[in-house]
């Protein structure tokens, strides 16, 4: 149990397009989603955290005009990349939380390349 | 939340016991510790977490002393699919998950 998926698992646009990422907890009700980046041989990094039917809760140093999360249901949340950059690339993971666990589940992560 | 110090990077050889520790002096009461481990281009996977003492599961153990200000990891007999990064957090059910740098583990034949 305690699935999460991500799709797509790796997208390439060009620069100035935006890119939607879907996380969906698929056997449990996430009342919490958590994004993160993480680029090549590091660590990740909080983005943002999202409360279904709230507005998400950008960590210091992320534009939330540039990163619009939208988390609609108790199972899915999605993260759009807009004008993306090539700088933007990077490995983007979510993960969700159910209300009475402390436990996330992580997503298998979405590979962006922006060319 | 409270901040956590782990090695860098660890060396290993197939079959032997691997102790990874991390340092988190700050930690409050209410405060878990859960291990991570992270694969090239994957999501974190869930390892183990505690309290207080011992836990065990079927992976691996976690040794928390009384102080709680540091937890040691144990993976017991590791293979070359042990190869991964390996991240140690703490926080409460409230807290959102901060990672720090993980260690490395490499795993040699």
């Known amino acids: 149990g305690a699935v999460v998926s991500q799709h797509p698992s790796w997208v390439i646009c060009k620069s100035g397009t935006s890119v939607k990422i879907e996380c969906r907890s698929l056997?449990?009700?996430?009342?919490?989603m958590f994004w993160y980046r993480q680029f090549p041989k590091q660590s990740l990094m909080l983005m943002a955290t999202?409360?279904?039917?709230?507005?998400?809760?950008?960590e210091q140093g992320v534009e939330k005009d540039k990163f619009l999360i939208n988390h609609a249901s108790l199972t899915l949340s999605t993260l759009t990349v807009t004008s993306a950059h090539p700088e933007d690339s990077s490995f983007y993971i979510c993960?969700?939380?159910?209300?009475?666990?402390?436990?996330?589940?992580f997503g298998p992560g979405t590979r962006l390349t922006v060319t | 939340l409270a901040k956590t110090t782990q090695p860098i990077s660890m060396d290993s050889y197939e079959g032997q016991e691997v102790n990874i520790t991390c340092s988190h002096n700050n930690i409050a009461t209410n405060d878990y510790i859960t291990w991570y481990q992270q694969f090239p281009s994957q999501g974190p996977r869930f390892i183990i977490q505690?309290?207080?003492t011992k836990v065990t599961n079927e992976v691996a153990s976690l040794f928390i002393p009384a102080d709680r200000k540091s937890s040691t990891l144990s993976l017991p007999r590791v293979s070359l699919s042990d190869t991964a990064v390996y991240y140690c957090l703490v926080g409460d059910d409230t807290d959102k998950l901060i990672f720090g740098t993980g260690t490395r583990l490499q795993v040699f034949p």
């Open positions: 993960s969700a939380r159910s209300g009475d666990r402390y436990e996330q589940y």
């Open positions: 056997d449990f009700q996430a009342t919490t």
């Open positions: 999202s409360n279904e039917g709230s507005k998400a809760t950008y």
């Open positions: 505690g309290y207080k």
